[in-house]
Every structure is written in C-alpha cells, then in structure tokens.
C-alpha cells in the first residue's frame, strides 16, 4: 500500500511539476501580450508572422533597404508614436477602442457597430483645433493640405444611380450573381467604359474556362456591373457634360455618380462610398472586383477561379476574410514632391501595410459589408489602396498574393508568348482600342490554349530583403 502510495507521489509530482511550469509560463505569456496589445492600443493583433510567410510582391524600389534602418516592423506600431497629422488624428481615435482600458468597445464591437459614426468628424475637430496640429497643417503641400481639410467628411450625396437594386444587370438573372464589377471611371472616360460593356464587363451569363488541366467542371456565372464616379465641375471642364452622363445612365443603367471632386486624392472616398452602398442594396454578389477602367479582365478565368474559391473558402469559413490581388509588402510612402503619389513625413509616418494593388482587386461580398463597417474608425488616407490596406489590417484579415493579377503589368517577354493572356486574370493599363483586340484574341485563341494554366503562386520569391526588425 505505501509503495503504491509513493508511486502515485511520484506520478503526481511527474504530472504536476510541468504543469505548474507552464501554468507559470502562460501567466507571463498573457502578461506579456497583454503589454503589447496596451503599447499598440488595438483591438486586433496583426498575425505578423503569417503576414510575412505568405508570397507576396514587394514593389521595386518602394521597399525598405539599409539607407532606412529605422523602418519599423509592422504598421501600427510606430506610427502611434508620430507626431504626422494622419498618425495624431488616428491615435486620437484608437484610443477610444482601447482594449484594455475600454474593455466593452474592443474587439468584436469594434467591428460590430455601436460605435459613434460621429467619432471620426469629432476626433478631427479636436486635433485640428490644437495650435501646433494648426502650424504642421500649413506647411503642408497645397494638394495636401486640400485633402487634409476635407478628410472628416464622406457624406456625399449620390447625383446618379444605377437602373437595378445593385448595378446593371440581365433580366434573366437566375441565381445570386458571382460577380460585381465595381470600376473607378472619370465622367470623360465614355470609350473606357463603352469598350468594357461590350468586353469583358458584359452583364448576364458568362461561361468559365479551365484555369488547369486537371480542372473538372467548368460552370459559369451571372456578372453585374457598375461605374464609379466623382464630379466633373464645368468651371474645370470648360463645359457642363452632366446631360451627357444622365443619358449614358438612362441607356446603360450602370452609373453611380457622386458629389464630390473627382480627383487623385479623392479616390478613397469610392471606396468608403461604394462599401456603404453595397452594404445597403448589394445582399446577393458574392464576389466584388474593384478596378480601374484600364484594365483587361479574362472573365471566364476569372469566373472559375472564384468558383473554386468559393467552394474552398466555404469549406473552411473563411469567406469573410477573403481578399486577393498583387499583393504589395512593406512599401514605404512616397517622398518625392513632384510624384502624384507623394506623402510629406509632416502628414504620415511610418510604413504602409500589405495591401492589395488598386488597379484590380477581388474580395468577398462579406468582407465589402465588414470594411464599410470597420472604416467609420478610421480616418481617410489619401491612397485608396493603402487605406484598403488599412481596413483590412483592423480587421485581422489579410489580402492574397496571386501572379495572374498583373496590375504592374507583365514584361515584353512575357506578354510574347503565345496564350500569355490565357495565364492571367487582369492586367492594367491597357487602351480601349487594346481592350477590344485581346478580346477578340482571347475568344480567337480559345481552343488553342484551352489547357493553359493560370500563373501559379511563385515560391517564397521576394524581391527585396524583409524591413529590419527595430
Ligand atoms: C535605398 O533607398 C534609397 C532611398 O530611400 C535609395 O536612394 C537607394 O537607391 C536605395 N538603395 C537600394 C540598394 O535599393
Ligand atoms: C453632411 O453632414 C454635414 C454635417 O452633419 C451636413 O451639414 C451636410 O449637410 C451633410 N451633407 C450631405 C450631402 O448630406
Ligand atoms: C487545378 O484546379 C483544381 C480545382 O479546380 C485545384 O484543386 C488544383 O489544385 C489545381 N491544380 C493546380 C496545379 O493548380
Ligand atoms: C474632394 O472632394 C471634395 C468635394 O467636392 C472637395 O472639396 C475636395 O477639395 C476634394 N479633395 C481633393 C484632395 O481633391
Ligand atoms: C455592420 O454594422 C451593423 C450595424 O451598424 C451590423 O448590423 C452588421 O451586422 C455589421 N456588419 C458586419 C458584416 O459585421
């Protein structure tokens, strides 16, 4: 009996010993994190380390190199220490959604609703109202300074909206629609958008085409389209074209147009504007692509490349989260003055997150529904991509690294060989006139490379070295 006694001590011991460990060992793990949740004051942390395991594209000459060792190793890290206005204006913010401090509005809340829609406008009129927040606002670039004092508004009225509940559509429409093409376009871009109706953007039904040889069945999808526009004021113009689009609007039913500028720097507002009408009058596409009226879509890739990943993102639940695109890791803001790209150090700090190319751009009609939700925190960035980018970060969820997206385009080589627009699925800058031709060259060429397969995610290929870790 005593020997037995002692053996279980000795079990018991065996048992507890690491256990006790690591009870101690989890304590100062969930303290620790809990200080680096507190430091970051964010309701989410960023999954770095499966941020920087998946592929993904680093833009030559945007990335961090040895010139900058002070590059910090995620987003919102450093940039809630600057003293930049759009890092002040956003620290403002956050600290409202602080996780530890306020626990009730953190996490799930945050992305939930019940927070103020008035808190952006408010935080921007208490920062702005400070006098040293004044004096960095003047030394600002004019183009600068002009979107940083409209950057607390977005409630633009809509002057056109499209024909049916959610963009044009076929009559015959007989299932959910896969795909809304949502396409940035300016009032003067009448061929660009003319050209993507009769192509690519063709409302209705559109067959899918293999995108491997092994692929099975092909099925097919219902498409609906919409245009997105700003404001063309007749002083800039020289004259008033508004009865120009009306018509275009009665005729195609695909524009939605609203009141503000429509310029560079304003392109983030048809983003913010577009989630709250989707969210509003889209419940059935499932799919959204965002893009520019430049680009060249292979629909029917497309198509079946979404199918699949519907089938695979339902699967595993993860349809909310999904985002994919070029994919473009640790850029750093542009500090040339002369680029229309540029951001002075007085108005953001920091590195940009990952983000998805705007050129062209696919994600869930869920996550459309979340970003709407989740961008009335945060403020307006002037790069909508970036502020894409932003969103997602918020949101823990992060976009996908596909070749067949070629918003840099594709090199001569490349573009060269026969059936290389059989391999990708969009691919920027292209003129109306070259729309219509690879169009053509795509139903021409159809058979012939009917067992092409799309460019396949490269492996573990970076460009440049990952930002030093401060
Ligand atoms: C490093 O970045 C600086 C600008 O920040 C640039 O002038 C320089 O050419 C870059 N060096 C390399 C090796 O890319
Ligand atoms: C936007 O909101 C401001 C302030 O609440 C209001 O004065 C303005 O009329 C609104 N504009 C539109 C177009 O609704
Ligand atoms: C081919 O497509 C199927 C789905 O249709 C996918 O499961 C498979 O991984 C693809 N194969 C390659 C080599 O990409
Ligand atoms: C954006 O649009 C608004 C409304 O038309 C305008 O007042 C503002 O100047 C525009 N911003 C930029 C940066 O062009
Ligand atoms: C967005 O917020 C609304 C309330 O404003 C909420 O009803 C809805 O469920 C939220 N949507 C998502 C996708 O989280």
């Keep these: 009996m005593a020997r037995r006694c002692c053996r279980l001590r000795n079990i018991l011991i065996c048992v507890c010993t690491p256990c006790c460990c690591l009870t101690a060992l989890s304590i100062y793990a969930i303290v620790t994190i809990s200080l ?74 945050l992305e939930r609703s019940s927070f103020d829609e008035s808190l952006l406008p408010q935080s921007y009129f208490e920062v702005t109202g400070m006098d040293s927040v004044r004096e960095n606002f003047e030394r600002l670039p004019k183009q600068v300074e002009e979107f940083a004092s409209n950057m607390h508004k977005r409630n633009y009225s809509i002057l056109i909206r499209p024909d049916g509940e959610c963009g044009a559509q076929s009559k015959q429409e007989k299932e959910p629609p896969l795909i809304l093409f949502a396409i940035k376009s300016t009032a003067l871009n009448f061929r660009n958008r003319q050209v993507i109706r009769q192509t690519w953007g063709r409302v209705g039904w559109v067959e899918g085409q293999r995108i491997n040889s092994s692929d099975g069945d092909m099925g097919g999808g219902y498409i609906r389209r919409v245009f997105l526009l700003g404001k063309e004021t007749p002083e800039d113009l020289g004259v008033d074209i508004s009865h120009l689009l009306r018509a275009e609007s009665k005729r195609h039913g695909d524009i939605l147009q609203w009141d503000f500028k429509d310029t560079f720097f304003n392109l983030t507002l048809k983003d913010v504007l577009f989630w709250r009408w989707f969210s509003r009058h889209c419940g059935k596409p499932l799919f959204v692509l965002k893009g520019d009226d430049d680009v060249f879509i292979n629909t ?18 993860t349809l909310h989260e999904f985002m994919v695109g070029e994919v473009i890791g640790s850029a750093l803001p542009n500090r040339v003055s002369r680029s229309k790209y540029f951001i002075p150090e007085g108005f953001y700090r920091g590195l940009y997150p990952m983000y998805a ?114």
């Excluded at 594709?410 to 109306?432: D, G």
């Design 300 to 317: 029917p890739k497309l198509i079946s490349y979404l199918q699949d990943q519907l089938e695979e993102h339902r699967s595993r639940n």
């Design 357 to 470: 190319g705007g050129g062209g751009v696919v994600y869930s009609g869920e996550l459309a529904r979340r970003l709407h939700n989740i961008s009335k925190t945060i403020h307006l960035f002037p790069i909508d991509d970036v502020y894409v980018g932003m969103c997602m970060i918020r949101l823990n969820a992060h976009p996908v690294h596909h070749p067949a997206f070629r918003t840099f385009d594709f090199t001569e080589k490349e573009e060269a060989q026969p059936c290389s627009y059989h391999t990708i699925l969009l691919v920027h800058r292209r003129s109306p006139r070259e729309v219509v031709d690879l169009w053509a060259n795509l139903k021409d060429t159809r058979e012939q490379c009917q067992d092409v397969p799309l460019r396949a995610v490269e492996k573990k290929k970076q460009r440049a070295t990952p930002p030093p870790s401060v």
């Design 36 to 109: 680096q949740v507190n430091s970051m004051m964010l309701g989410h942390v960023p999954r770095v380390s499966s941020n920087l395991a998946s592929p993904h594209f680093v833009a030559a000459g945007a990335s961090s190199n040895g010139s900058n060792p002070s590059v910090p190793k995620t987003f919102w890290e450093r940039h809630l220490r600057s003293d930049a206005l759009w890092n002040r204006l956003q620290r403002h913010v956050d600290r409202h959604f602080n996780p530890i401090v306020r626990k009730e509005k953190s996490d799930t809340l």
